[in-house]
């Protein structure tokens, strides 16, 4: 029966002269980056595009974890301020983060990571250091002391970086890239939730990617149709831990005091063109508060942004006012950027 | 003839009320503890002038009868193949049906306890040797029973790290060794001195019990020895674990070293499709072969048992029966949570290409190569999954109604698709190109994320009637695996 209808298919395409190949849809799953990963990529091979995709995934965790003794970045920040060659990947990153540190005024800071290992974050064994050790480990936070120069990188002593705020937007580009160079058509990525899409769907529509509601996780936030964007949330939903005085620390750190960032907002979701960038953003917007991350969009017209506050508002800039569809009870208010 | 009237009485109690008891489980609690209650008084009271066949009833009860069978239910939820009726019907009820009877047990031993319990601690040279050795192991079956109990109940068990209420939980292994021998404690010394049924009783308890060994040790061999199966993602999955791991999202750094051990281990065993496929069949023939084992305990115990032969093996036998069923229970607990491991390759690759003939389909393009591709991972993906999906709490087969206007079969579809670091199920209930229900559970070390992702994707896909939501932003783990085997049951359905 199958092979009938098989052969009457191939008849009726041939009559009509209807030529048009319909790409083909490749989809992997992979756990990598300490997170689960699901790429779908249409095209005339996109299995090709996916393994090389998925190779290159496993590359750049290689090279960016902290906790890896191989890495090149547990050398660097083992490398007790001696200048340390590093692969031009990590370079990039590492020229990134300092100018979009500049460009935040320190919102993020990838040289954070010894404050954030101090909560445990890093291994789980969370704790609430002291306000001394925290002083203490400031000290040595400070994007603009690392010098530069083409691939090699200076760290001050005690100074230690990490990639965790824009690897995966880093890493997601890269997946863009690699399925571009490899005839791939259309695509939607999500790297543990930080979504990025290449085109539209297949039929035209645009990609309906939800926004998880971070007062109940189960539920969606709201839909936003987009083509050709990253859509990268960063909450405090997904990484806390209770303390012992009962409140939550989230793992989003505030260089500016050493502390899970408090500053009224509970998920902030970016939306841009780059995947790193939104990255970068979604963490910076989140410890910059709403004001602040209000006044960066006005002199940034380069992303759109869905910022959740505490107090169960929702703040959407006007770029997005027509593709985000609010399926919460939560109050929605549009932010322009001439007012 | 008691416990085949409470085997009897169980098995239509699952059959009728297990729906219920998992919907309503409260009651049935109340329930139980009121019987339990009852028959406990009556003990105490030791009414004498009771109609024979009331007596009988009562014995369900008061001895524990039902009480037994239910927990041989419970037992043989576990041990019965991957996907048959009775692990559909007993896997989403086995918390429930064990809290209810571990209530019924209580009842029997508080009525008992009166007697025996007071004569251990007060007289216990008065008691014969089976008596006492009964109601020692009751005392430690009870020291089992009730924190397990406790922990089933799910207010409890959501508190508690699924890993380690699962390796608590597999002290119940060494409930059910002490259940027999508890049992036959009791009866064999009576079957052997020749009293009406005993022999009878002996038998149908070995049968049950030992039977639950040996299919419940070959499900576990059979999976061990596919294991390799899972090596191939798992040993990607526990490399990437190896390396990485970036500080904003990171695990316990022991939690890398673990993974090291276990990622030797598979790779030791990494095999291709073909050895894994052998090892399974090994696994088969090794314990289809062992089969004439625990036929051949039932039978020496029964034969032992009979009266005639009245003399010195009582004792000896029993130790073998102990001898037979503790080892084996220790050899299950290392395996336990390696589910559906073959499961784990359709996920991945054949659900992928199920979705695309089933999109290419609706765009009525299809090319040859898709069609013929269908029919490859369609089959496997039915095939796998009537043999293997387990705990799916599917209630009935894909019914057959030759309805041509509608796209999909009426019916429950179960499918899978690998999750964040496990199996991720879902069935999927179809009226007339509807979907109605969405039902799932996880294998992932720590359901957590599949909660968060099923409240999400389930209510969105029965409200648009598609996975039409392409992807998530924010932390989200299973959510694709959900949309994967929720499409995949789909393809199962389809006409």
């Not at chain 1, 992979?30 to 090709?48: S, V, W």
């Not at chain 2, 039978?299 to 005639?308: D, K, S, T, W």
């Not at chain 2, 229970?329 to 659900?351: F, H």
Request: with cysteine.
């Amino acid at each position: 029966m199958k092979r009938i209808s098989v052969v009457f298919c191939l008849t009726a395409l041939l009559v009509t002269g209807c030529g048009k190949k319909a790409p083909v849809k490749g989809s992997r799953d992979i756990f990598a980056m300490d997170t689960y990963m699901n790429l779908q990529a249409y095209g005339d091979a996109p299995e090709d595009a996916l393994e090389k995709a998925e190779t290159e995934i496993l590359r750049l965790e290689k090279l960016l974890s902290v906790t890896d003794n191989n890495s090149q970045t547990y050398k660097l920040n083992a490398s007790g301020g001696s200048p340390t060659e590093v692969d031009a990947d990590v370079s990039a990153l590492i020229r990134y983060g300092i100018d979009m540190g500049k460009k935040t005024e320190g919102s993020l800071d990838i040289t954070v990571y010894p404050v954030l290992r101090e909560w445990g974050f890093t291994t789980g064994e969370y704790s609430i250091p002291s306000d001394r050790r925290i002083d203490e480990l400031l000290k040595n936070v400070d994007y603009s002391k690392i010098i530069l120069d083409e691939n090699t990188v200076t760290l001050p002593v005690g100074a230690e970086v990490d990639f965790g705020a824009v690897a995966k937007g880093f890493t997601s580009d890269r997946v863009m890239e690699i399925f571009k160079e490899n005839g791939v058509s259309f695509a939607i990525i999500s790297l543990g939730g930080n979504v990025q899409t290449m085109g539209r769907k297949t039929d035209g529509s645009l990609w309906k990617v939800a926004v998880i509601d971070p007062f109940d996780t189960d539920k969606t936030l709201g839909i936003l149709e987009t083509a050709d964007k990253a859509v990268i949330t960063s909450g405090n939903y997904e990484r806390y831990f209770t303390g012992e005085d009962g409140r939550n620390y989230c793992h989003i750190i505030d260089p500016s005091t050493g502390r899970p960032a408090e500053n009224g907002l509970v998920s902030v979701t970016i939306i841009g063109d780059s995947g790193l960038m939104c990255d970068a953003l979604s963490t910076a917007i989140f410890v910059m508060g709403r004001d602040k991350a209000e006044e960066f969009w006005r002199s940034n017209d380069d992303f759109e942004m869905i910022l959740v506050e505490s107090n169960g508002k929702i703040v959407i800039t006007d770029g997005i006012e027509d593709s985000f569809e609010n399926l919460s009870k939560l109050d929605l208010e549009v932010i322009a950027h001439e007012s | 003839m008691l416990f085949l009237t409470a085997l009897i009485l169980a098995a239509a109690f699952v059959l009728l009320c297990g729906g219920l008891l998992k919907k309503y489980p409260v009651p049935f609690y109340i329930a139980a503890f009121v019987v339990s209650a009852g028959a406990a008084a009556a003990t105490w009271l030791n009414i004498r002038e009771i109609p024979e066949s009331v007596r009988f009833f009562m014995g369900l009860f008061t001895r524990g009868a039902f009480a037994t069978a239910l927990w041989c239910a419970v037992m043989w939820g576990g041990a019965f193949p991957n996907g048959s009726r009775a692990v559909k019907k007993i896997m989403p009820i086995r918390g429930e049906l064990s809290i209810t009877a571990a209530f019924l047990t209580l009842g029997h031993n508080i009525g008992y306890g009166k007697t025996y319990f007071n004569m251990l601690f007060t007289n216990a040279q008065r008691m014969d040797q089976g008596q006492l050795a009964a109601s020692i192991l009751t005392i430690a079956m009870l020291v089992i029973m009730i924190p397990l109990t406790v922990m089933s109940f799910p207010k409890i068990r959501r508190k508690m790290k699924p890993k380690l209420w699962k390796n608590i939980q597999r002290t119940a292994y060494l409930f059910y060794a002490m259940l027999y021998i508890h049992v036959m404690l009791l009866t064999f010394p009576l079957a052997q001195r020749g009293r009406d049924g005993y022999l009878f009783s002996v038998g149908v308890y070995s049968v049950v019990f030992i039977g639950y060994a040996y299919f419940r040790i070959r499900k576990a061999v059979i999976r061990a020895c596919s294991k390799s199966h899972r090596a191939r993602i798992f040993g990607k999955f526990c490399r990437i674990l190896r390396q990485k791991s970036l500080p904003y999202d990171s695990m316990p750094a022991n939690f890398f070293l673990d993974f090291d051990k276990i990622m030797l281990e598979i790779r030791t065993r990494r095999d291709s499709e073909h050895a894994l496929k052998k090892f399974s069949d090994k696994g088969r023939i090794i314990m289809n072969g062992a089969a004439v084992l625990p036929i051949a305990v039932i039978v020496l115990i029964i034969a032992v048992g009979r009266p005639e032969k009245t003399d010195i093996p009582q004792n000896d036998e029993v130790r073998q029966t102990v001898a037979a069923t503790v080892p084996e229970t220790t050899s299950e607990t290392t395996e336990a949570t390696a589910v559906s491991e073959s499961r784990t390759e359709i996920s991945s690759t054949e659900v992928s290409e199920t979705t695309v003939t089933s999109e290419t389909t609706t765009q009525t393009e299809t090319t040859a190569a898709a069609e013929e591709d269908e029919e490859v991972p369609e089959d496997e993906v039915s095939e796998e999954n009537a043999e293997e999906s387990e705990e799916t709490p599917v209630e009935e087969e894909p019914q057959p109604e030759p309805e041509p206007q509608y796209v999909y079969n009426n019916g429950d579809y179960s499918a899978s698709a690998y999750g964040y670091d496990g199996e991720v199920f879902v069935t999927v209930t179809i009226e007339n190109d509807v979907i109605t229900s969405i039902t799932g559970h996880t294998d992932e070390s720590d359901p957590w994320y599949y909660d968060c992702a099923a409240g999400q994707v389930i209510p969105d896909i029965i409200a648009s009637q598609s996975t039409s939501v392409d992807a998530y932003s924010g932390a989200t783990y299973s959510s694709e695996a959900i949309k994967s085997a929720v499409q995949a049951a789909l393809e199962l359905a389809r006409k």
